[in-house]
């Protein structure tokens, strides 16, 4: 990943022309990889994953760290995949379309949502919400 180019905007903030976040702060060098670099873009567009699918999928990693990484048992996770996942109209190729998240029965919770036991469906068939 690239680091985003900060430059002033208008208002005299730091702000990232590629991706237009915009830093407050007051530390001199802020850092932060850039979500538009063209490294990780072209990698998105080659693994077919949006920058919003990616959005939810640190929105949710940073829950399961928060929570100081909670798991479901293997038992659990492979039931949920099996029974209400696999036969959900939007699960396509491992990933869940609505969230864009992978979801299998990996037991890697860092690379699927059904491990991390702070995560639920989004459309509250499994989880929390359910």
């Given at each position: 990943m690239t680091d985003c180019i900060l430059t002033r905007n208008k208002n005299g903030y730091l702000e990232c022309p590629d991706c237009h976040w915009v830093y407050k702060g007051k530390a001199k060098h802020p850092r932060r990889n850039c979500p538009n670099s063209p490294d990780l873009t072209e990698a998105r567009e080659k693994l077919g994953i949006s920058a919003e699918d990616m959005k939810h999928w640190?929105?949710?990693?940073?829950?399961?760290?928060?929570?100081v990484y909670p798991v479901r048992s293997q038992a659990e996770v492979e039931r949920i995949e099996r029974d209400i996942c696999r036969p959900c109209e939007e699960y396509v190729d491992g990933r869940c379309k609505s969230c864009g998240c992978r979801v299998s029965k990996s037991r890697i919770a860092v690379s699927n949502k059904l491990k991390m036991a702070t995560e639920s469906c989004p459309k509250g068939k499994w989880g929390e919400s359910a």
């Open positions: 640190a929105q949710a990693l940073a829950r399961w760290t928060r929570a």
